[in-house]
């Protein structure tokens, strides 16, 4: 029944879960089911405590959630789990909102009339299933499983993703896509080390900090973790030693909190990283012997053939000089200096990049301009330097067999592959899916599942997606609730929120250690939900009839409980416990020691139930050659693997690699730049609308990251904590650019781009650059529940549908608007 939260806090006597059900003024509706009322009914009872992970965001922060006879009331972090030691963002204090959302899916459905109608009928599990495994082993008897499409919006790092790779692998579908893409992010890597890992940045030692875009204090892929780093270091015990400076066009939480912050104009950071790598070669603040011994490209060189190719060092000293950067980034030619010689004077100092230097049409080549900062300065496997953690050892999945319908299925091509020759390097492009999805290429597709996620919501070509989802013939989410993406689904099976199912979080990217989360249920399902994990397995195993199964296990926590074997039988690392520390660990290492010793498998199991995970801070050092898997086995300042595969796909268009065939694939992948510098890190300019004077950049509030916090009232009223707006969007405005348009504190503003308009009040304060409006992202929501629906605005609604061309990642800093003081 729906109740009101203070009434159900009175029935459970009194405040004690206040913070996790919402008071901060709040009067919402919950929906508690009849028989949890009943047990509230009898007062205050039993108080025991479970840990978890939060899943709320891809952080993968250890919860730890009070329970009163066996209901959740309150939730904290728990302090010995080492990604988050204790700390919680806002989002993970309003989980009971999700548990207990009255706009849940609590039986699967089946759309009713046209998609979109947002008509809907309950089934029961049996005819729910039924429908779905009649349609794949139709698919698979006819030799079409290949048509099938599993897209994995859920953003989360650990076990499911290999559990979900299983099924569409036995099932014969190489189809599996995840929505964003890690892989996506590493690409800049990947052409610079030929290492597709995100790598991890050692704060703790390094005296100096610059960051290019990365809001990792808000947005990263686990700002809890980098509070925590960042608040050692300007606490007592870390005595300040740390400089901080950001750089970024709005004043971001990490800019707020860093000693500097560096406005600049949008799209421009690779110009900058580039011109602040010429005061460093000028000036010989660089590691000489590491740039010799292990990297190529930066010296003008000669190939194979006898043709002389220019290198990094001579590009950056012809084109990057101060004056030109100021002109492109808006940063002053003094402070470019300041900067360059304050990263070369202060060892051990780090650099790293993302969000607003990666979210463009330039992203790669931004991303690779930063990350040649770190190689200027020797920057790998050593103190205050960027380092990669060990895989965790965890068991791998029994072998299976394929049988030939899965052997020619997986061999046909991925429906996520690019037609056109654009994001050659992406893993996974959602506007490569809608094109296809579209034109029926390489092949229809008859079934797609979306687990989590609401790829509609996030998209920067709604109206093409909404037609590609209304083409496919059968759409299934596993979901709790139903947003804008499942409004076109043909049926949803409802999924367990993280508080009442088993999965694993691994080694969430950046985090500096190898490490497990257990997430296991703290309260039976509420509601007639499942695992989708449970659900895969049931399906995967039907579909190969009376065979072999690909899912030998009862259930999903089997498989869980059979892969963490692994780690117990490794003797590696340690349960997590209370004042166990990494140097404490590494002493006893190397003394031959191991803490993480264990009576049985049971036992460890226990203990990892008890207190919520396992971690390994001992990294095994790695070589210069593992890290740089590149041709060269160095790091390559002039990139052949992007030289490479742009060659290949060169031949591919014609035959006789012409100058047309060339610039026919450039003009495709949006690279301006001709020559050598191509494969060099260099700035690319955005391809901007004139008439256009204002751009448009985006954030995510820690709050409601993604948007899928929009249906916890407790996030809708703090969404804009920071600027007093709440339940509704805002624009930020410099003061110069809201005087010359007339624009006053909270007036409603209209920001218009070449593909629609919509409005939002105004905020000014001079921490934005002066010619950018930065709209807050995570409203505008056209279904989702009551408290999502119709608050706010989207800005990705009215933003243009370009993409970076190489990595496939959206553009949402891309689009240029006008703005107007509203009437």
Same mark, same amino acid.
């Given at each position: 029944m729906e109740i009101?939260?203070?009434?159900?806090?009175?029935?459970?006597?009194? $405040?004690?879960?206040?913070?996790?059900?919402?008071?901060?003024?709040?009067?919402? %509706?919950?929906?508690?089911? /009849?028989?949890?009322?009943?047990?509230? =009914?009898?007062? $205050?009872?039993?108080?025991?405590?479970?840990?978890?992970?939060?899943?709320?965001?891809?952080?993968?922060?250890?919860?730890?959630?009070?329970?009163?006879?066996? *209901?959740?009331?309150?939730?904290?972090?728990?302090?010995? !789990?080492?990604?988050?030691?204790g700390g919680m963002c806002p989002l993970g204090h309003s989980a009971l909102e999700l548990l207990f959302n009255p706009d849940r899916v609590k039986s699967p459905l089946k759309k009713i009339g046209l998609p979109g109608?947002?008509?809907?009928?309950?089934?029961?599990?049996?005819?729910?299933?039924?429908?779905?495994?009649?349609?794949?082993?139709?698919?698979?008897?006819?030799?079409?499983?290949?048509?099938?499409? %599993?897209?994995?919006?859920?953003?989360?790092?650990?076990?499911?993703? /290999?559990?979900?790779?299983?099924?569409?692998?036995?099932?014969?579908?190489?189809?599996?896509?995840?929505?964003?893409?890690?892989?996506?992010?590493?690409?800049?890597?990947?052409?610079?080390q030929g290492n597709s890992k995100i790598p991890s940045y050692d704060f703790l030692n390094a005296k100096y900090v610059l960051s290019f875009g990365i809001n990792y204090l808000e947005e990263s892929y686990s700002p809890v973790y980098y509070t925590k780093l960042y608040s050692y270091l300007r606490g007592s015990t870390g005595e300040g030693r740390t400089r901080f400076v950001h750089i970024d066009s709005r004043m971001s939480l990490t800019s707020a909190n860093a000693d500097r912050w560096i406005? &600049?104009?949008?799209?421009?950071?690779? $110009?900058?990283?580039?011109?602040?790598?010429?005061?460093?070669?000028?000036?010989?603040? &660089?590691?000489?012997?590491?740039?010799?011994?292990?990297?190529?490209? !930066?010296?003008?060189?000669?190939?194979?053939?006898?043709?002389?190719?220019?290198?990094?060092?001579?590009?950056?000293?012809?084109?990057? !000089?101060?004056?030109?950067? %100021?002109?492109?980034?808006?940063?002053?030619?003094?402070? *470019?200096?300041?900067?360059?010689?304050?990263?070369?004077?202060?060892?051990?100092?780090?650099?790293?990049?993302?969000?607003?230097?990666?979210?463009?049409?330039?992203?790669?080549?931004?991303?690779?301009?930063?990350?040649?900062?770190?190689?200027?300065?020797?920057?790998?496997? =050593?103190d205050g330097g960027i380092f990669y953690v060990d895989e965790t050892p965890l068991k791998n999945l029994p072998h299976f067999e394929l049988d030939d319908i899965a052997k020619q299925g997986i061999e046909q091509n991925p429906f996520g592959n690019s037609l056109d020759m654009a994001f050659p390097f992406a893993d996974f492009s959602i506007q490569t899916l809608i094109q296809n999805i579209l034109a029926e290429k390489p092949y229809p597709i008859s079934v797609l599942f979306i687990y989590k996620g609401n790829p509609l919501f996030q998209t920067l070509n709604h109206h093409e997606f909404i037609e590609a989802l209304k083409k496919i013939p059968l759409v299934v989410s596993f979901d709790s609730f139903i947003n804008e993406t499942n409004e076109y689904a043909n049926i949803i099976l409802p999924d367990h929120t993280f508080l009442e199912q088993w999965n694993i979080i691994s080694n969430v990217p950046s985090v500096g250690f190898s490490h497990i989360g257990i997430q296991q249920p703290v309260i039976e399902p509420i509601y007639d939900t499942r695992s989708s994990a449970d659900i895969l397995i049931e399906l995967g195993n039907k579909a190969y009839g009376n065979n072999t199964k690909p899912f030998p296990f009862e259930d999903y926590v089997s498989e869980i409980k059979y892969r963490v074997e692994g780690v117990y039988n490794s003797g590696e690392g340690a349960i997590v416990t209370e004042g166990l520390k990494g140097s404490w660990l590494e002493f006893l290492n190397q003394r031959g020691w191991h803490i993480g010793t264990y009576d049985s498998f049971d036992e460890f199991w226990n203990l990892l139930l008890e207190r919520g995970g396992w971690w390994?801070? &001992?990294?095994?050092?790695?070589?210069?050659?593992?890290?740089?898997?590149?041709?060269?086995?160095? %790091?390559? #300042?002039?990139?052949?693997?992007?030289?490479?595969?742009? /060659?290949?796909?060169?031949?591919?268009?014609?035959?006789?690699?012409?100058?047309?065939?060339?610039?026919?694939?450039?003009?495709?992948?949006?690279?301006?730049?001709?020559?050598?510098?191509?494969?060099?890190?260099?700035?690319?300019? &955005?391809?901007?609308?004139?008439?256009?004077?204002?751009?448009?950049?985006? #954030?995510?509030?820690?709050?409601?990251? /993604?948007?899928?916090?929009?249906?916890?009232?407790?996030?809708?009223?703090? #969404?804009?904590?920071?600027?007093?707006?709440?339940?509704?969007?805002?624009?930020?405005?410099?003061?110069?650019?809201?005087?010359?348009?007339?624009?006053?504190?909270?007036?409603?503003?209209?920001?218009?781009?070449?593909?629609?308009?919509? =409005?939002? =009040?105004?905020?000014?304060?001079?921490?934005?650059?002066?010619?950018?409006?930065?709209?807050? #992202?995570?409203?505008?929501?056209?279904?989702?529940?009551? !408290?999502?629906?119709?608050y706010g605005v989207n800005p990705n609604s009215i933003m243009k549908n370009l993409y970076d061309t190489i990595n496939g990642i959206p553009a949402t800093q891309s689009t240029k608007v006008k703005i107007s003081k509203a009437k």
């Open positions: 009101k939260r203070r009434e159900f806090l009175k029935l459970l006597g009194g $405040a004690s879960g206040a913070i996790a059900l919402g008071s901060f003024g709040c009067n919402q %509706f919950i929906d508690v089911p /009849d028989k949890i009322i009943e047990i509230a =009914k009898n007062g $205050a009872g039993i108080e025991s405590w479970k840990n978890t992970i939060c899943a709320l965001c891809p952080g993968g922060c250890g919860i730890k959630v009070r329970l009163i006879d066996g *209901i959740p009331v309150y939730i904290k972090g728990n302090p010995i !789990y080492p990604v988050n030691q109608g947002g008509k809907w009928e309950s089934l029961n599990w049996d005819e729910a299933l039924n429908i779905i495994s009649k349609k794949i082993i139709e698919l698979r008897n006819e030799g079409r499983p290949h048509q099938v499409v %599993f897209l994995d919006g859920s953003n989360q790092h650990g076990l499911m993703k /290999d559990h979900i790779e299983r099924f569409m692998k036995a099932y014969g579908s190489p189809n599996y896509f995840q929505f964003p893409s890690i892989k996506n992010d590493a690409v800049p890597y990947h052409l610079l406005p &600049i104009t949008p799209g421009t950071y690779g $110009a900058l990283a580039l011109g602040i790598a010429f005061v460093l070669i000028k000036e010989k603040l &660089i590691d000489a012997n590491f740039i010799k011994s292990h990297t190529s490209g !930066y010296e003008d060189w000669v190939d194979k053939n006898g043709i002389m190719h220019l290198g990094y060092k001579n590009n950056v000293l012809a084109n990057y !000089y101060p004056e030109r950067v %100021f002109q492109i980034t808006g940063v002053q030619s003094e402070t *470019i200096l300041e900067l360059a010689r304050e990263l070369g004077n202060n060892h051990p100092s780090l650099v790293l990049g993302g969000d607003g230097s990666s979210n463009n049409t330039n992203g790669t080549f931004s991303q690779m301009a930063v990350h040649s900062l770190n190689a200027l300065l020797g920057n790998f496997e =050593k390994n801070p &001992i990294r095994k050092k790695k070589g210069f050659s593992e890290i740089f898997n590149t041709p060269t086995r160095k %790091f390559e #300042f002039y990139s052949q693997v992007l030289k490479n595969r742009i /060659d290949d796909i060169v031949k591919k268009k014609g035959i006789d690699n012409s100058t047309h065939d060339i610039e026919f694939v450039l003009g495709r992948l949006n690279i301006k730049t001709r020559g050598d510098v191509i494969f060099l890190p260099h700035h690319e300019p &955005i391809p901007y609308d004139d008439g256009m004077p204002i751009y448009l950049t985006t #954030f995510q509030p820690i709050t409601n990251r /993604d948007g899928h916090a929009s249906n916890l009232p407790l996030m809708q009223e703090m #969404f804009g904590f920071l600027t007093r707006h709440y339940w509704t969007s805002w624009v930020e405005l410099n003061p110069e650019t809201a005087s010359a348009y007339g624009i006053s504190d909270d007036d409603w503003v209209w920001i218009e781009s070449v593909n629609g308009s919509i =409005k939002a =009040k105004a905020k000014i304060h001079p921490g934005v650059m002066p010619s950018v409006a930065a709209v807050p #992202f995570g409203l505008g929501h056209t279904s989702y529940g009551r !408290y999502a629906k119709d």
